[in-house]
């Protein structure tokens, strides 16, 4: 299995980018504009480096595996990132299929292959999706940043990626380096977008002051009714910046559909009641907030069915705070 799903419905028909507009004076307005409070979802294509091979590191780059500064630690992403086959691209284009219209990928996932199987999947349909991918940490000096992501363009078979992101950060290369490539590649038209990944609020706003011409539009870290570190400091964040926060593992990596104890009866009597099941739940109470975006993965068809009916439909405040109680 090479992908998994999380999909932003109508996120080709909603604007891009607001980065062009002014804001007004104390608005935070969120330049990806993605579709959160009702129908966001996201599709997401992941692989790990082909043949299991290790994850290349360079100039002072912490080791994967290490504790992070988001306070949880986060396996690398060889062991995280499920190995590619050949039925994804029937996959993504079911999420496709059910208006699940953003893809992630990033080229470490199989080696670039997953990207390749991007292509495949949107082949004939490019317009009508919303195409991220991410460039390695061990790729981030300027020349580096920029031939991965024309590498990135020919695997996916585009002339231009809505999202390009900064896979982790790499104390060992100097943001100001990373973003002047970033930019570069914005006001060349090979990326619409600047995003990070697994960034604190420290490197966000290093990140952000090293950029002259365009904003950081989001930033892809854990969030789940399980991990709820993010809220202590990077949501509120976000939030004041306009930042998209784009959560995965929202699901807590597979921990909530299989979780017992006391937080998940009252999960279970909230789902059974409303006919939704537990992950459709937990996906709507991350949805709750509009700077959220939940990207959970999906491994068969069923669940990206499942996946795609968790965002038409909003939980009731006394079912949100109960669980955010429960889950405290």
Not at 40 to 60: F, K, N, Q
Not at 257 to 280: H, M, N, V, W, Y
């Amino acid at each position: 299995m090479d992908a998994c799903f999380q999909g932003v419905q109508d996120m080709a028909r909603r604007p891009l980018r607001e980065a062009e507009r002014p804001k007004q004076d104390g608005e935070a307005h969120h330049p990806l504009a993605l579709p959160v409070a009702t129908d966001a979802l996201r599709i997401v294509a992941e692989g790990a480096p082909a043949g299991g091979a290790a994850v290349a590191h360079s100039r002072g780059l912490p080791d994967l595996g290490v504790d992070h500064p988001l306070g949880h630690r986060l396996m690398p992403l060889e062991q995280r990132a499920p190995t590619p086959t050949a039925g994804t691209g029937t996959t993504l284009r079911l999420g496709l299929d059910l208006g699940m219209s953003l893809i992630d990928t990033a080229e470490m996932y199989g080696a670039g292959h997953s990207e390749e199987v991007v292509s495949r999947a949107i082949e004939g349909r490019r317009d009508s999706v919303f195409l991220a991918s991410k460039v390695s940490p061990s790729h981030f000096a300027y020349e580096d940043v920029l031939r991965s992501a024309r590498l990135s363009l020919k695997r996916l078979g585009v002339k231009q990626m809505d999202l390009y992101q900064l896979h982790w950060p790499n104390p060992g290369i100097p943001i100001s380096e990373t973003m002047r490539a970033m930019e570069k590649l914005a006001n060349d038209s090979l990326i619409r977008n600047i995003g990070v990944s697994n960034f604190s609020v420290q490197q966000m706003q290093e990140a952000q002051s090293a950029t002259s011409t365009h904003e950081i539009v989001s930033n892809q870290v854990e969030y789940s009714l399980l991990e709820r570190s993010i809220e202590a400091d990077i949501l509120p964040y976000c939030e004041k910046e306009g930042i998209t926060v784009i959560a995965y593992s929202p699901l807590a990596q597979g921990k909530i559909p299989r979780g017992t104890g006391e937080p998940f009866r009252a999960l279970d009597e909230i789902a059974g009641r409303l006919g939704k099941t537990r992950s459709q739940v937990a996906l709507n109470w991350l949805l709750q907030d509009d700077s959220v975006v939940v990207i959970p993965k999906a491994i068969r068809k069923e669940h990206i069915w499942e996946n795609a009916q968790a965002s038409s439909w909003k939980l009731s405040r006394e079912d949100y705070e109960r669980l955010s109680k429960a889950f405290a």
